[in-house]
C-alpha cells in the first residue's frame, strides 16, 4: 500500500527538481557505497515482537546541482539487512530472511569551506519515499510497501582535484511505519538506520 505522505512527497520531488534551469548551478554525479546498521524493530498486529538484524550494505547515486557551499540533488539508494534474531516473549531465536530499501529522496546539502583547505566538512537532509521489502523465509511470508522516508547527516569532503572530492559521511536514514498484508498475516513495524558511507564526487 502507497502511503499518500509518500505520493505528496514524491510530486513535490518533480516539482522541486523540474524548477530549477539547465545554467543554476554545476551539475555532479555522486556515488556512495557504506555499511548499514538497522535499528532493533518492534512488530505489531498478527505477529507481535522485536526483530533485530545483522550487519547490511548501503548503496546510492545522486546527480544534483551544485551551488557552491549549497547543493541539491535526487538521489536513488539501497540498502538490504538480513535478520538476526525474533523475540516474540523476551526469548530470542534465530530468524531467517531480509529487510530491504529501496528509496528515492530530495537531499539538501551545505559544505563549509575553510579558505583554503581541502578538508570540507558537510551537513545534509533529505525527504522522500521508500520501498520497503520484508521477506520472512521461516513463516514464508513475502510483502512491500512504499512510505515516507527521511535522512540527517553529517561528514567529510576531501578534494582530490578541482572536480573530483572524496566524502566520508554519517547518516541517520528512517521511514514511515511500514505495514505488510497478506492473507492472515498483517503486520506492522517500525525502521531506522545508521549508515556510515565513503562515496566519489565529481562534477561536470
Same mark, same amino acid.
Given at each position: 500500500?502507497?502511503?499518500?505522505?509518500?505520493?505528496?512527497?514524491?510530486?513535490?520531488?518533480?516539482?522541486?527538481?523540474?524548477?530549477?534551469?539547465?545554467?543554476?548551478?554545476?551539475?555532479?554525479?555522486?556515488?556512495?557505497?557504506?555499511?548499514?546498521?538497522?535499528?532493533?524493530?518492534?512488530?505489531?498486529?498478527?505477529?507481535?515482537?522485536?526483530?533485530?538484524?545483522?550487519?547490511?550494505?548501503?548503496?546510492?547515486?545522486?546527480?544534483?546541482?551544485?551551488?557552491?557551499?549549497?547543493?541539491?540533488?535526487?538521489?536513488?539508494?539501497?540498502?538490504?539487512?538480513?535478520?538476526?534474531?525474533?523475540?516474540?516473549?523476551?526469548?530470542?531465536?534465530?530468524?531467517?530472511?531480509?529487510?530491504?530499501?529501496?528509496?528515492?529522496?530530495?537531499?539538501?546539502?551545505?559544505?563549509?569551506?575553510? !579558505?583554503?583547505?581541502?578538508?570540507?566538512?558537510? =551537513?545534509?537532509?533529505? +525527504?522522500?519515499?521508500? #520501498? @520497503?521489502?520484508?521477506?520472512?523465509? *521461516?513463516?514464508?511470508?513475502?510483502?512491500?510497501?512504499?512510505?515516507?522516508?527521511?535522512?540527517?547527516?553529517?561528514?567529510?569532503?576531501?578534494?582530490?582535484?578541482?572536480?573530483?572530492?572524496?566524502?566520508?559521511?554519517?547518516?541517520?536514514?528512517?521511514?514511515?511505519?511500514? !505495514?505488510?498484508?497478506?492473507?492472515?498475516?498483517? =503486520?506492522?513495524?517500525? +525502521?531506522?538506520?545508521? #549508515? @556510515?558511507?565513503?562515496?566519489?564526487? *565529481?562534477?561536470?
Amino acid at each position: 500500500m502507497v502511503s499518500k505522505y509518500a505520493k505528496g512527497v514524491l510530486c513535490l520531488i518533480v516539482v522541486f527538481f523540474s524548477s530549477f534551469p539547465a545554467h543554476a548551478g554545476s551539475p555532479y554525479a555522486g556515488l556512495t557505497v557504506g555499511l548499514a546498521y538497522l535499528n532493533d524493530s518492534s512488530i505489531k498486529g498478527s505477529k507481535r515482537g522485536d526483530l533485530s538484524y545483522d550487519e547490511g550494505e548501503a548503496y546510492s547515486y545522486a546527480h544534483g546541482l551544485d551551488f557552491g557551499s549549497f547543493r541539491f540533488e535526487g538521489e536513488i539508494g539501497y540498502q538490504k539487512n538480513d535478520f538476526e534474531t525474533f523475540e516474540p516473549g523476551g526469548i530470542a531465536a534465530a530468524a531467517d530472511g531480509d529487510l530491504s530499501i529501496l528509496s528515492l529522496l530530495a537531499n539538501g546539502y551545505y559544505s563549509c569551506h575553510i !579558505g583554503d583547505s581541502r578538508i570540507v566538512p558537510i =551537513i545534509s537532509a533529505g +525527504i522522500g519515499a521508500a #520501498n @520497503v521489502e520484508y521477506d520472512d523465509e *521461516v513463516d514464508e511470508f513475502s510483502e512491500d510497501d512504499i512510505v515516507l522516508a527521511y535522512q540527517v547527516g553529517a561528514g567529510l569532503g576531501v578534494k582530490i582535484s578541482s572536480s573530483v572530492s572524496v566524502n566520508a559521511m554519517y547518516r541517520y536514514f528512517a521511514t514511515q511505519d511500514a !505495514g505488510f498484508r497478506e492473507d492472515e498475516e498483517n =503486520i506492522e513495524l517500525d +525502521i531506522s538506520s545508521h #549508515n @556510515v558511507l565513503v562515496g566519489l564526487k *565529481v562534477d561536470f
